[in-house]
């Protein structure tokens, strides 16, 4: 695929921006999805005559709930298949599972063994394969394109199933005129065996050359907690409610359907051929309403009303097969359902879904598909038993229950409408919090309209939340509205409007685009060129020659830069391009550039180019620049090489957020990683030969991370026994419960943190007092300043045990509550400390009451008497076992404290408290270790 003639290749970059070296991805997922609709739109009408001429309508329900069952059941078992074993393993056993299968249930059928158990068996399977393999086929999608490639090429692919769709029922309808249709089984078996070669070498050649950081990167809107979402967010429930009851008024349809054609049609085969050709003629119309009506309708109609298209024409429908139920009803219902369902109805479930965070979408967008799926076909046949064997009633009570439900769906619609305005509006004032205009109304306008007022009347902040969502929702008639912002002053806006237009796919001005190659703002460069590297589709060599070649530093980075982006995971391209030579150029200029500043432009044109286009050849310019004595240098440095995800950067990276200055820049660079990032630095933090300061940093990398992984990977750095880094875990968690409200912290598992700092808390209580008594007793002078300087050590461990309690309790509490108690306790108001204990002992459960009140209590007191260790029943340990307390855990300045103090102590007893750490991993504390024990063994 790779030596197509120069002509179609051209003809696919020209008609689908298809490049080199994405040929046979493209092609080869196209046929594998294909041949994945294809078979199943065979053996669909196969089995589906088949069950209704053997078995009987009356048996339909109890399949649907069957299906459901099974579903739930497998989809657990296929769910713990993928965390034991690899993805491709799954997928390829899935298909010969699946091949296998056909060819047993084709021989039983065709040899009348078990018929009516197999038909069972067969009905389930299909409604089950449909659902894993097209599932399984679009993760596989996901970790062969990148997301700047699936948002250009998945409409492509997307031609694929709608082939499949068309030409499998038109295929059945014809085969079954020569052969029988249990035969046709064989035929799809044959069909879908060609899927597994097309996978392998999918896999072997796109997806197997990805790092394991880029592969969790690409898969990480796959997460879990779903339901969890679902129910934090009204506007999502009431989505999920919409497609719900939209299948089960799919299912009542199909039920009234496969009932009419079951009654006219009574011979299996001809069945199967009606089957057949309909399946394929609702795919037909359904592509057709898609291209040239599903734009007009949900353009044109207010917020939420285009919801109302699929259920008013099921209910013309419904109320003619009421009056009337004939076969030319049944299709009209069905043909309605399905073809609008695809396209109108989808299109506006997306708009609708619009201020819906996009991870959020992702992570819940399988749950929805397949359990809600499946749940409500389980709830509709349970209707339909209960209705058709229960009460023994016909088709037409059946019409009526659709019409009842379809009632429902118009109200949960129109819920979902105003949810959708309240949602948006909400999302555009967080976007600017500062945001003086006030918003505007949405109610009478489409979703589109909607987009374009907002862009009109918001604030900076405000249109780039907006053109982010156009990049969602890449429709070209917002095209005008961006366009207008390429020359707005604010570049973060006009950096947000070029990558709207890229996924718009839409042509800019040639004389925009040269003043924005131009632009002063160094991204808005890059981004300009990658535009006109995207619109470019014929003399595409001879434009990036010509660009490259610019006497301006500045066009000739950004050519470079765009280059490395679009090329950046396609190494044919990288090839094609020369990428790799013409970055080697830009080095070796680099030293014969006249003026330092220069000098300094294309150091950081080259850095990104590296970092994107992932040059390993020029990972060592990458290292060596880390340590340029330029501070901009620096920090390109620091972004290229998380751009790089090459793993050994990694801890060099790390160590960059030692810096104030440098920090941030290695926080973004290390969340480039995405994911994947979590396990190394878990691992960073484990190892001993860490730099504290460095672990005590990596909580805040993770907060940053909108990923329910970072949340569990906070919650392990509790369990540690360094108290500062579950201080700065606890912090990171306060602060994605309030930017990510939607990833979940268990608050059962909350109190036993809570109990544990408690107690922590008393122990460190006692230390301090028993260090507070020797204070005043005659020491030698040396004596009284290091166990002074241990006591306020031991006073601001205390301190920030106080405030682990409370960020704990900020995690269990609306934390609006929990917050104005602890200032409350810290101020210096004695009457404000009363009333925050007051508030905090009415708003503690009895069993973490009794614990913390009187906790709480001894933070108002200035000293610690003997009363309030009686009443805490606090132990006061001897003071060996206070020193041994004290080093335990991986605080170094209070293990060099309690040295100090053992020194000039001078009891030959102590020395088996040092003893242990003669071997740190931390060459300060060894040191003094070492010093310690030879000067009490001196004595």
Same mark, same amino acid.
């Not at 190892?687 to 907060?703: C, D, K, Y």
């Given at each position: 695929?790779?030596?197509?003639?120069?002509?179609?290749?051209?003809?696919?970059?020209?008609?689908?921006?298809?490049?080199?070296?994405?040929?046979?991805?493209?092609?080869?997922?196209?046929? /594998?999805?294909?041949?994945?609709?294809?078979?199943?739109?065979?053996?669909?009408?196969?089995?589906?005559?088949?069950? =209704?001429?053997?078995?009987?309508?009356?048996?339909?329900?109890?399949?649907?709930?069957?299906?459901?069952?099974?579903?739930?059941?497998?989809?657990?078992?296929?769910? %713990?298949?993928?965390?034991?074993?690899?993805?491709?393993?799954?997928?390829?056993?899935?298909?010969?599972?699946?091949?296998?299968?056909?060819?047993?249930?084709?021989?039983?059928?065709?040899?009348? *063994?078990?018929?009516?158990?197999?038909?069972?068996?067969?009905?389930?399977?299909?409604?089950?394969?449909?659902?894993?393999?097209?599932?399984? @086929?679009?993760?596989?999608?996901?970790?062969?394109?990148?997301?700047?490639?699936?948002?250009?090429?998945?409409?492509?692919?997307?031609?694929?199933?709608?082939?499949?769709?068309?030409?499998?029922?038109?295929?059945?309808?014809?085969?079954?005129?020569?052969?029988?249709?249990?035969?046709?089984?064989?035929?799809?078996?044959?069909?879908?065996?060609?899927? #597994?070669?097309?996978?392998?070498?999918?896999?072997?050649?796109?997806?197997?050359?990805?790092?394991?950081?880029?592969?969790?990167?690409?898969?990480?809107?796959?997460?879990?907690?779903?339901?969890?979402?679902? %129910?934090?967010?009204?506007?999502?429930?009431?989505?999920?409610?919409?497609?719900?009851?939209?299948?089960?008024?799919?299912?009542?349809?199909?039920?009234?359907?496969?009932?009419?054609?079951?009654?006219?049609?009574?011979?299996?085969?001809?069945?199967?051929?009606?089957?057949?050709?309909?399946?394929?003629?609702?795919?037909? $119309?359904?592509?057709?309403?898609?291209?040239?009506?599903?734009?007009?309708?949900?353009?044109?109609?207010?917020?939420?009303?285009?919801?109302?298209?699929?259920?008013?024409?099921?209910?013309?429908?419904?109320?003619?097969?009421?009056?009337?139920?004939?076969?030319?009803?049944?299709?009209?219902?069905?043909?309605?359902?399905?073809?609008?369902?695809?396209?109108?109805?989808?299109?506006?479930?997306?708009?609708?879904?619009?201020?819906?965070?996009?991870?959020?979408?992702?992570?819940?967008?399988?749950?929805?598909?397949?359990? $809600?799926?499946?749940?409500?076909?389980?709830?509709?046949?349970?209707?339909?038993?209960?209705?058709?064997?229960?009460?023994?009633?016909?088709? %037409?009570?059946?019409?009526?229950?659709?019409?009842?439900?379809?009632?429902?769906?118009?109200?949960?619609?129109?819920?979902?409408?105003?949810?959708? #305005?309240?949602?948006?509006?909400?999302? =555009?004032?967080?976007?600017?919090?500062?945001?003086?205009?006030?918003?505007?109304?949405?109610?009478?306008?489409?979703?589109?309209?909607?987009?374009?007022?907002?862009?009109?009347?918001?604030?900076?902040?405000?249109? $780039?939340?907006?053109?982010?969502?156009?990049?969602? *929702?890449?429709?070209?008639?917002?095209?005008?509205?961006?366009?207008?912002?390429?020359?707005?002053?604010?570049?973060?806006?006009?950096?947000?409007?070029?990558?709207?237009?890229?996924?718009?796919?839409?042509?800019?001005?040639?004389?925009?685009?040269?003043?924005?190659?131009?632009?002063?703002?160094?991204?808005?460069?890059?981004?300009?060129?990658?535009?006109?590297?995207?619109?470019?589709?014929?003399?595409?060599?001879?434009?990036?020659?010509?660009?490259?070649?610019?006497?301006?530093?500045?066009?000739?980075?950004?050519?470079?830069?765009?280059?490395?982006?679009?090329?950046?995971?396609?190494?044919?391209?990288?090839?094609?391009?020369?990428?790799?030579?013409?970055?080697?150029?830009?080095?070796?200029?680099?030293?014969?550039?006249?003026?330092?500043?220069?000098?300094?432009?294309?150091?950081?044109?080259?850095?990104?180019?590296?970092?994107?286009?992932?040059?390993? /050849?020029?990972?060592?310019?990458?290292?060596?620049?880390?340590?340029?004595?330029?501070?901009?240098?620096?920090?390109?440095?620091?972004?290229?090489?998380?751009?790089?995800?090459?793993?050994?950067?990694?801890?060099?990276?790390?160590? @960059?957020?030692?810096?104030?200055?440098?920090?941030? @820049?290695?926080?973004?660079?290390?969340?480039?990683?995405?994911?994947?990032?979590?396990?190394?630095?878990?691992?960073?933090?484990?190892?001993?030969?860490?730099?504290?300061?460095?672990?005590?940093? *990596?909580?805040?990398?993770?907060?940053?991370?909108?990923?329910?992984?970072?949340?569990?990977?906070?919650?392990?750095?509790?369990?540690?026994?360094?108290?500062?880094?579950?201080?700065?875990? =606890?912090?990171?968690?306060?602060?994605?419960?309030?930017?990510?409200?939607?990833?979940?912290?268990?608050?059962?598992?909350?109190?036993?943190?809570?109990?544990?700092?408690?107690?922590?808390?008393?122990?460190?209580?006692?230390?301090?007092?028993?260090?507070?008594?020797?204070?005043?007793?005659?020491?030698?002078?040396?004596?009284?300043?290091?166990?002074?300087? =241990?006591?306020?050590?031991?006073?601001?461990?205390?301190?920030?045990?106080?405030?682990?309690?409370?960020?704990?309790?900020?995690?269990?509490?609306?934390?609006?509550?929990?917050?104005?108690?602890?200032?409350?306790?810290?101020? *210096?108001?004695?009457?404000?400390?009363?009333?925050?204990?007051?508030?905090?002992? /009415?708003?503690?459960?009895?069993?973490?009451?009794?614990?913390?009140?009187?906790?709480?209590?001894?933070?108002?007191?200035?000293?610690?008497?003997?009363?309030?260790?009686?009443?805490?029943?606090?132990?006061?340990?001897?003071?060996?076992?206070?020193?041994?307390?004290?080093?335990?855990?991986?605080?170094?300045?209070?293990?060099?404290?309690? @040295?100090?103090?053992?020194?000039?102590?001078?009891?030959?007893?102590?020395?088996?408290?040092?003893?242990?750490?003669? /071997?740190?991993?931390?060459?300060?504390?060894?040191?003094?270790?070492?010093?310690?024990?030879?000067?009490?063994?001196?004595?």
């Amino acid at each position: 695929m790779n030596h197509l003639t120069p002509l179609i290749k051209a003809f696919l970059l020209k008609t689908f921006d298809i490049r080199e070296g994405e040929y046979q991805r493209v092609l080869l997922m196209q046929l /594998n999805i294909f041949l994945i609709v294809l078979t199943l739109l065979i053996i669909k009408p196969v089995v589906n005559a088949q069950f =209704l001429s053997v078995i009987g309508i009356e048996q339909l329900p109890f399949a649907f709930l069957l299906v459901a069952i099974s579903a739930m059941g497998i989809s657990t078992i296929y769910a %713990r298949a993928l965390n034991s074993r690899s993805l491709r393993r799954v997928t390829s056993g899935t298909l010969m599972v699946s091949i296998f299968s056909l060819v047993v249930i084709g021989t039983l059928l065709h040899l009348n *063994i078990a018929e009516k158990l197999v038909l069972y068996i067969f009905y389930i399977g299909v409604a089950i394969f449909g659902v894993l393999t097209t599932s399984q @086929f679009w993760i596989m999608a996901n970790l062969a394109f990148d997301a700047r490639e699936a948002k250009r090429l998945f409409s492509f692919i997307g031609a694929g199933p709608i082939a499949g769709g068309v030409a499998g029922g038109y295929l059945t309808s014809l085969l079954v005129m020569f052969v029988d249709g249990t035969d046709l089984l064989f035929i799809a078996a044959l069909l879908l065996s060609i899927c #597994i070669p097309l996978n392998n070498i999918i896999w072997q050649k796109h997806i197997k050359p990805l790092s394991t950081f880029q592969q969790k990167k690409r898969l990480s809107g796959f997460g879990d907690h779903p339901v969890w979402l679902i %129910r934090k967010s009204r506007h999502l429930t009431f989505l999920a409610l919409v497609i719900g009851i939209g299948v089960i008024v799919s299912k009542l349809v199909e039920f009234q359907y496969s009932s009419v054609a079951s009654a006219s049609i009574t011979d299996p085969d001809e069945l199967t051929s009606f089957f057949g050709f309909w399946f394929s003629t609702f795919n037909v $119309v359904s592509l057709l309403v898609q291209l040239f009506l599903t734009k007009r309708i949900v353009g044109m109609f207010g917020v939420g009303s285009s919801l109302y298209v699929l259920p008013g024409g099921v209910m013309v429908g419904s109320l003619a097969l009421l009056f009337t139920p004939v076969l030319w009803a049944g299709i009209f219902t069905k043909l309605w359902e399905v073809s609008v369902k695809q396209s109108v109805n989808k299109a506006a479930t997306e708009l609708l879904a619009l201020p819906i965070p996009a991870s959020i979408k992702s992570q819940t967008k399988t749950f929805i598909d397949v359990f $809600v799926d499946m749940a409500a076909t389980g709830v509709a046949g349970m209707l339909l038993i209960f209705i058709i064997n229960g009460l023994d009633l016909s088709v %037409r009570a059946v019409s009526l229950l659709t019409i009842l439900i379809l009632g429902v769906w118009f109200y949960v619609a129109l819920k979902v409408r105003q949810e959708y #305005i309240k949602s948006f509006k909400s999302k =555009l004032s967080q976007a600017d919090l500062q945001a003086s205009k006030k918003i505007p109304d949405f109610h009478n306008t489409s979703v589109l309209s909607g987009l374009k007022r907002a862009l009109d009347f918001g604030t900076d902040k405000q249109i $780039v939340y907006v053109l982010e969502k156009v990049k969602e *929702i890449p429709d070209k008639r917002m095209f005008d509205n961006v366009a207008k912002y390429l020359t707005h002053a604010n570049p973060a806006v006009r950096i947000k409007a070029l990558q709207s237009i890229y996924y718009l796919e839409k042509t800019v001005d040639a004389f925009v685009l040269e003043a924005l190659l131009h632009d002063n703002d160094q991204e808005v460069r890059y981004q300009a060129f990658e535009q006109l590297f995207r619109q470019t589709t014929s003399n595409r060599i001879d434009m990036i020659n010509q660009y490259l070649l610019h006497e301006d530093p500045l066009i000739s980075g950004a050519a470079l830069v765009g280059l490395a982006v679009e090329a950046r995971n396609n190494p044919e391209l990288k090839k094609h391009l020369k990428i790799d030579q013409r970055v080697g150029e830009k080095i070796k200029y680099i030293e014969l550039a006249d003026h330092p500043e220069e000098q300094l432009l294309y150091k950081k044109m080259v850095l990104r180019a590296i970092g994107l286009a992932r040059l390993s /050849n020029y990972y060592s310019v990458i290292e060596q620049y880390m340590g340029d004595s330029d501070a901009q240098v620096v920090k390109e440095a620091i972004m290229a090489a998380g751009h790089s995800m090459h793993q050994p950067f990694i801890e060099r990276i790390a160590a @960059f957020l030692l810096t104030k200055d440098t920090r941030p @820049f290695a926080q973004k660079s290390l969340l480039l990683f995405s994911i994947g990032i979590i396990p190394e630095l878990q691992q960073m933090a484990k190892n001993p030969t860490t730099n504290l300061a460095i672990i005590h940093q *990596i909580p805040g990398v993770l907060e940053r991370m909108d990923a329910q992984v970072a949340v569990e990977a906070l919650l392990q750095f509790l369990k540690t026994a360094d108290v500062n880094l579950r201080l700065e875990a =606890l912090r990171s968690l306060n602060t994605m419960q309030h930017n990510f409200p939607h990833l979940k912290i268990r608050k059962e598992d909350i109190v036993k943190y809570i109990i544990d700092e408690a107690n922590l808390y008393k122990e460190t209580l006692g230390v301090l007092y028993l260090q507070n008594q020797m204070l005043p007793v005659e020491e030698p002078v040396e004596v009284h300043i290091a166990r002074q300087k =241990l006591t306020e050590l031991v006073e601001r461990r205390l301190d920030g045990t106080l405030e682990r309690i409370f960020r704990l309790l900020g995690l269990r509490y609306p934390p609006e509550d929990v917050i104005p108690v602890y200032e409350g306790i810290k101020s *210096i108001n004695p009457d404000l400390r009363i009333n925050s204990v007051e508030f905090l002992d /009415n708003l503690l459960e009895p069993s973490l009451k009794k614990t913390l009140v009187p906790i709480v209590e001894t933070a108002l007191f200035e000293t610690i008497t003997n009363e309030v260790i009686s009443n805490l029943n606090v132990k006061v340990p001897e003071e060996r076992e206070c020193l041994s307390l004290l080093l335990e855990g991986r605080d170094p300045k209070l293990k060099l404290a309690v @040295f100090t103090l053992i020194t000039v102590l001078k009891k030959k007893e102590y020395i088996k408290l040092v003893e242990p750490f003669l /071997n740190s991993p931390y060459a300060k504390i060894k040191e003094r270790a070492v010093d310690v024990v030879d000067e009490l063994k001196s004595l």
